[in-house]
Nanobody, 122 residues
C-alpha cells in the first residue's frame, strides 16, 4: 500500500514536501518514483530512486528532489521548491520491480498511491 500526503495550495515560488508511506512491500531492490498528472495531460515521471541511484526529469531536476527518510526507510519524500503554476496537478508515488539504470516507463510501475493534489496559484 502506498499513501501520499503533503499536497495543498501554494503560491508561485513556494515550496511543498510530499510524503509517500509504503507498507507491505520490500523496497530493497525496488524503484520508487514520483509522478504528476496535470489537468488534461498524461501522467509524467518526475523523479525515481533505486538504492542510491536517483533520476530526475529535466523539467524539475533543479527544483525537485526525491529522498528517503533516514529513520524510516519506508517513507519517501519529494521536496518541491520554486513551484510554478504549471506544477499544478495530482502527484503520485509508485513502485516498480523492473531493474533499470534510469527511471522505468510508467507501465513498469505496478503499485500506485491514490495521489495528492498540488495547486500552485499565480
Amino acid at each position: 500500500q502506498l499513501v501520499e500526503s503533503g499536497g495543498g495550495l501554494v503560491r508561485t515560488g513556494g515550496s511543498l514536501r510530499l510524503s509517500c508511506v509504503i507498507s507491505g512491500y520490500t523496497l530493497d531492490y525496488s524503484t520508487i518514483g514520483w509522478f504528476r498528472q496535470a489537468p488534461g495531460k498524461e501522467r509524467e515521471r518526475l523523479s525515481c530512486m533505486r538504492g542510491a541511484k536517483i533520476f530526475n526529469a529535466d523539467s524539475v531536476k533543479d527544483r525537485f528532489a526525491i529522498a528517503r527518510d533516514m529513520t524510516n526507510f519506508s517513507v519517501i519524500y519529494l521536496q518541491m521548491n520554486d513551484l510554478k503554476p504549471e506544477d499544478t496537478g495530482v502527484y503520485y508515488c509508485a513502485t516498480s520491480d523492473f531493474v533499470s539504470d534510469t527511471c522505468p516507463p510508467l507501465a513498469y510501475f505496478g503499485s500506485w498511491g491514490q495521489g495528492t493534489q498540488v495547486t500552485v496559484s499565480s
